[in-house]
């Protein structure tokens, strides 16, 4: 139960920290966390998933904004490809994050 509380927390906080790549970032963010994903590929990690995932998560950030700049934004299909690409994005950083962090023991419970 702890890990999935912490695998949420975590996928939760990558996924808001997506917000991050609005502006000129995005050109610095982006490729960076590609060829991370690349190098923890070839090193066969369950961290890469995470790598590759997080650009993705800009998708709900494009979604988000292009709602509330644009009337009608939520009917067209760059909304449901930019929502489709966010979900896969943190799909595949929960994914990543689950199969990287170690199983927890379970605690004992106290007779109080």
Excluded at 43 to 66: M, N
Excluded at 77 to 106: D, E, N, R
Aim: proline share 7%; net charge neutral.
């Amino acid at each position: 139960m702890l890990k999935v509380i912490v695998v949420l927390i975590l996928t939760a906080l990558l996924a808001v920290s997506a917000l991050c790549m609005i502006g000129p970032q995005i050109m610095i963010i982006v490729p960076l966390a590609v060829v991370a994903g690349i190098v923890f590929a070839i090193l066969r990690s369950s961290v890469s998933l995470v790598c590759f995932g997080y650009p993705l998560t800009f998708g709900l950030v494009s979604a988000y904004v292009g709602f509330w700049e644009v009337a009608g934004y939520e009917w067209t299909v760059p909304f449901a490809i930019s929502v489709a690409l966010g979900v896969s994005g943190i799909g595949l950083i929960a994914a990543g994050l689950w199969k990287t962090l170690p199983a927890l023991p379970p605690q004992p419970v106290s007779d109080c």
